[in-house]
C-alpha cells in the first residue's frame, strides 16, 4: 500500500469522525431547541397555561399533568422530563433518593388549601363544621379523595381525617382515585356527594366548598418542583423564575392559589 493511499485512507476517516461529530452536536442542538418537558400535579392542570402565557420557556413548554406519584413512578421507569412538579415533597424526595434530581435543591413554588367540597344539588349546611359536625355530615355518606398511597391530597386528607376523628368512619365507603383532578370530576358529575380536594379545584370546577379544613389537621399544602437529572436543567430553572415573576403569580392568585408564608 502506497502512501498516498494511506494518506487518503487517514483523512477519510478524520473525515467521517468529524461529520459523526457535528451530527452529533446537531442532533443534541436540536433536542435542547425543542419544547421543555415537563410532569406537573394535576391539580394544576389549566392554570401553568395562563399563568406563563407571554414567557419565553414555559409558554413553549409541553406539559404533562397526572398525580404526582404515578408521575414520579413515570420518571423512575424512564420517561423522559426536564421538571418534575409535585404537590407535595414526598414525591421530590423520591427522585432525588432514587438518583433521579439534579442537586440544586427543590424550590416550592405554590400552596394551596384542602376542602371537602359538595356535588351540584346537595344541601349543604350553614355555619362553620366542627369535628363533630364533619362526622354528622359524612355519616353514611361517600366521598371521593385521592388515593392515599400515592396522590398528595390524598395523603393530606387522610391526615386531616384522622385529625378530625372521622377516617375510620369514612374509609369504607371512601372512592379511591389516581388523582386530585379525578375526585373533582366524581364530584362535579354527582357521582359522588362529597369530595376531599384543592379549594383551587372546586372553584374552577364550580363546586359548593363545604368546609375549608383545618389547617393544623394536615402538614401545609407545598407544590414542590425539581430538575429532572440527565434533563435541561438551565432551561427548567428559567421554567420556574417565570413562574415566580409578578404576571405568573397574578394568574395563580385569580385561580385562588394562597399566598406562600
Avoid at 418537558?37 to 413548554?61: T, W, Y
Avoid at 427522585?95 to 424550590?107: H, I, K, P, S, T
Wanted: hydrophobic content about 50%; overall charge neutral.
Amino acid at each position: 500500500m502506497g502512501m498516498r493511499t494511506i494518506c487518503a485512507i487517514i483523512f477519510l476517516l478524520f473525515s467521517g469522525l468529524a461529520i459523526a461529530g457535528l451530527a452529533g452536536g446537531a442532533a443534541v442542538a436540536a433536542q435542547d431547541d425543542g419544547p421543555l418537558l415537563v410532569f406537573a400535579a394535576s391539580s394544576l392542570a389549566g392554570v401553568l397555561e395562563p399563568a406563563l402565557a407571554g414567557s419565553e420557556e414555559g409558554a413553549k413548554a409541553r406539559i404533562a399533568y397526572a398525580g404526582s406519584g404515578p408521575l414520579a413512578r413515570q420518571i423512575a421507569a424512564g420517561a423522559r422530563a426536564d421538571l418534575f412538579i409535585s404537590a407535595n415533597r414526598q414525591w421530590v424526595e423520591y427522585l432525588a433518593q432514587n438518583g433521579l434530581a439534579e442537586d440544586v435543591g427543590a424550590r416550592v413554588i405554590l400552596a394551596n388549601a384542602l376542602v371537602i367540597a359538595a356535588a351540584p344539588g346537595v344541601e349543604v349546611p350553614d355555619g362553620p363544621l366542627g369535628k363533630a359536625g364533619l362526622a354528622s355530615l359524612l355519616d353514611g355518606q361517600r366521598l371521593a379523595m385521592g388515593n392515599p398511597a400515592y396522590v398528595p391530597a390524598g395523603g393530606y386528607g387522610k391526615l386531616a381525617l384522622e385529625w378530625y376523628g372521622v377516617w375510620e368512619a369514612v374509609r369504607a365507603r371512601a372512592v379511591l382515585t389516581d388523582s386530585v383532578r379525578a375526585t373533582t370530576a366524581l364530584v362535579a358529575r354527582g357521582e359522588v356527594p362529597y369530595g376531599l380536594i384543592y379549594l383551587t379545584d372546586a372553584r374552577a370546577a364550580g363546586l359548593e366548598v363545604v368546609v375549608v379544613l383545618d389547617e393544623d389537621s394536615h402538614p401545609p399544602v407545598r407544590y414542590a418542583a425539581v430538575p429532572v437529572r440527565g434533563g435541561r436543567t438551565g432551561r427548567a430553572l428559567r421554567f420556574l423564575a417565570e413562574l415566580a415573576a409578578p404576571a405568573a403569580q397574578e394568574v395563580f392568585a385569580a385561580f385562588g392559589f394562597p399566598q406562600l408564608k
